[in-house]
């Protein structure tokens, strides 16, 4: 009896041997985990509260750069600063950051950090770079370290002017204004670099390494650098839609002849991007990483990421401007290792899980052959063999349409895309992915089979019989609860080509609005009168007062023999964040960005200062009542402000205050 389960099929594509670069054969799946201002929706505790909706269907997860940043507020950390003593980012902390590192590892998904190596910012002129210490060595970037042509050489006017000097060597890359580009010619550079990347991987637990703005740089430092640190996963963000010149830089990585580092392929996001954008899906035909068998394997393959995306109306960007499902749809049936862009999965959990669901029971891999298959301006369709099975893909706004030949049998269809596989393949599939669903749902079960359309089912995991429940290939079953779905084929009495789904129903409670309370304690610093300046978490002013410094805020309160400023505000959204600047009457001086803030909180303005701003500490005053057993009480909430049905141990929002159960 041929039994397939959803843990057997993940197990083909866990890691293959240590790769140069990046792994040969490799059937994984990596998540972009966040999109431009994805302060709130990217924290690390939230990521890490994701972590059983990402686990089985991603298996690297790509996180901000994930340092103290330059500017002191707000940043995606593109302006980066520290690269070992601070990791107090947009995002969360240190200790935040590794527990959630530490939790992905735990399920089986890869972290894999931003690296920004190309440039960096300063502390407060063009040349000062902090010294840090890392296992007993401190290293510190030098004036001397900066490109001699840096900015245009405006770098160089005002270092000369100011007594210090830059290094001989022009840079090796394109030239960005926006931060010091750094000299990689330089051994102490190459040094600090080294360094850096050894903490990544072997302090914080990163599995891999994503390098930022490769182009800045020549193509040999990054193969320096990963002959160095040994990443099993290095992918460059080579912007460029020409595929010989992104082969070109991944050629310029080799050591000893072995390319060192894969890159995200942005000719194929370009295929994607022109057939959608133009309505003419031939397009996808066009060359790519991906279709090319000898580069393949380093093919990181995507259809939008942050740089792309639409922003607003001021930044609109060059965005697919439809049917992202289908792009999603063709980008994993597709050879090369898809990267899904967050706010897509954001928007299509479900889909997107059935689809990676089909693309690792076909066994598609990064170095999987594929055959173009069918063309037109209306459809375009691809198969890849996968070590199962193959895959064959159709995709566009006439993929309806398309009549397969006997050959094939749909297993997954959407808005534009359909997937089929083989009958030959002899199997049971169902259309819906094992995982955690909020609401019912329904699962269609199709036979894969030239000998018979009947199949059977159980829903508590016990292997289908003759006697079991038996339905025809295309019916849809609904899945009201928690359970273990087993289908199989019922050929002659027999039953063979099982398939396993692990499903839990969680439905949630209607979210109910409650207020929270931030307190803040200003004697440290002697201020006599405190303003909160409070936006949410997409950037909406919460004051009051719509213009900076927002809010003078006059309340007061005494707790733990202090007083306390405080104010209320309202949560409205199971993912609404709020996020402050305490600051004096005049808006100066002011503090460093409060982020994140779900509960009632506690803060006290620190004397110590990031740059001109004041740090501020979190305190633990405030928990209102010790719980000590779990009844059940309305208004319950997690830290991360979703409902909860009982008391949990550790914190609770409950009506709004902290509630500490034992």
Request: charged content about 15%; hydrophobic content about 35%; overall charge negative.
């Amino acid at each position: 009896m041929k039994k397939i389960l959803l843990s057997a099929i993940f197990g083909l594509f866990g890691l293959t041997a240590m790769a140069q670069g990046w792994p040969s054969a490799y059937g994984g799946v990596m998540l972009q985990g966040f999109y431009w201002d994805s302060y709130s929706a990217s924290r690390w505790t939230k990521l890490e509260a994701n972590v059983a909706d990402f686990a089985g269907t991603f298996d690297l997860i790509w996180i901000p750069q994930s340092g103290k940043s330059a500017s002191g507020g707000q940043s995606m950390g593109y302006d980066d600063l520290y690269w070992f003593s601070n990791y107090n980012s947009s995002f969360g902390n240190e200790a935040e950051l590794r527990s959630m590192i530490s939790t992905f590892k735990a399920n089986g998904i890869g972290t894999i950090a931003d690296v920004v190596i190309n440039h960096r910012g300063n502390l407060s002129t063009w040349v000062d770079f902090p010294a840090e210490t890392y296992k007993g060595v401190t290293y510190q970037l030098q004036s001397t370290d900066i490109c001699a042509d840096d900015d245009g050489g405006s770098t160089k006017t005002w270092a000369t002017k100011n007594g210090y000097s830059l290094s001989s060597n022009n840079d090796t890359g394109e030239d960005w204004s926006g931060m010091r580009d750094l000299d990689h010619k330089s051994s102490n550079v190459q040094t600090c670099v080294k360094a850096y990347l050894d903490f990544l991987l072997n302090d914080l637990g990163y599995a891999g390494v994503r390098y930022d703005m490769t182009k800045g740089y020549a193509g040999s430092y990054t193969g320096l650098y990963n002959a160095a640190a040994n990443p099993t996963y290095s992918v460059g963000e080579y912007w460029d839609g020409n595929v010989s010149t992104v082969k070109n830089w991944l050629n310029a990585t080799k050591v000893n002849g072995s390319i060192m580092s894969a890159a995200f392929d942005f000719p194929f996001r370009y295929t994607v991007r022109d057939a959608i954008n133009n309505s003419n899906w031939s397009k996808l035909s066009s060359a790519s990483l991906m279709s090319d068998a000898s580069y393949r394997r380093y093919s990181v393959t995507f259809v939008e990421n942050h740089d792309t995306e639409y922003r607003s109306s001021s930044e609109q960007q060059d965005p697919i401007k439809a049917d992202t499902l289908a792009a999603n749809a063709w980008l994993l049936a597709m050879p090369g290792t898809p990267c899904v862009f967050y706010k897509h999965f954001l928007e299509y959990p479900a889909e997107i899980k059935a689809m990676v669901a089909a693309r690792k029971f076909a066994g598609i891999t990064n170095t999987s052959t594929m055959t173009n298959y069918v063309s037109s301006s209306n459809y375009y369709g691809s198969y890849a063999d996968g070590t199962n099975c193959q895959l064959l893909a159709v995709v566009g706004k006439g993929a309806g349409t398309y009549t397969a030949t006997a050959k094939w049998v749909e297993i997954l269809s959407g808005y534009h895309y359909r997937y089929f596989i083989p009958k030959s393949t002899n199997t049971a599939y169902v259309d819906l992915a094992s995982g955690t669903y909020e609401s019912a749902q329904k699962a269609k079960l199709t036979a894969v089979s030239s000998n018979t359309t009947t199949l059977v089912y159980t829903l508590d995991g016990s292997t289908p019989t003759a006697s079991s429940t038996q339905v025809q290939s295309g019916t849809s079953i609904d899945i009201t609860q928690s359970c273990t779905l087993t289908v199989g084929l019922l050929i002659n009495g027999a039953v063979s080509g099982i398939i396993t789904r692990e499903y839990v129903i969680e439905e949630s409670e209607p979210f109910e609005p409650y207020d929270v309370t931030v307190y803040v304690n200003v004697d440290q610093v002697g201020w006599s009168k405190v303003n909160f300046w409070c936006w949410d978490q997409d950037g909406n002013t919460m004051s009051t007062s719509k213009s900076w410094p927002g809010d003078n805020v006059t309340a007061t309160t005494t707790a733990d023999g202090k007083t306390w400023y405080y104010q209320t505000y309202n949560i409205s959204s199971a993912d609404m964040e709020l996020n402050f600047v305490f600051s004096t009457g005049t808006g100066s001086p002011q503090t460093v960005d409060c982020t994140g803030v779900t509960e009632d909180t506690y803060y006290e303005v620190s004397s110590e200062k990031d740059g001109s701003k004041y740090l501020v500490n979190k305190t633990s005053t405030g928990i209102d009542e010790v719980i000590t057993d779990k009844a059940q009480v309305k208004g319950i909430f997690d830290l991360q402000g979703r409902k909860l049905q009982t008391l949990q141990k550790g914190l609770n929002i409950v009506n709004g205050k902290k509630v500490f159960v034992k």
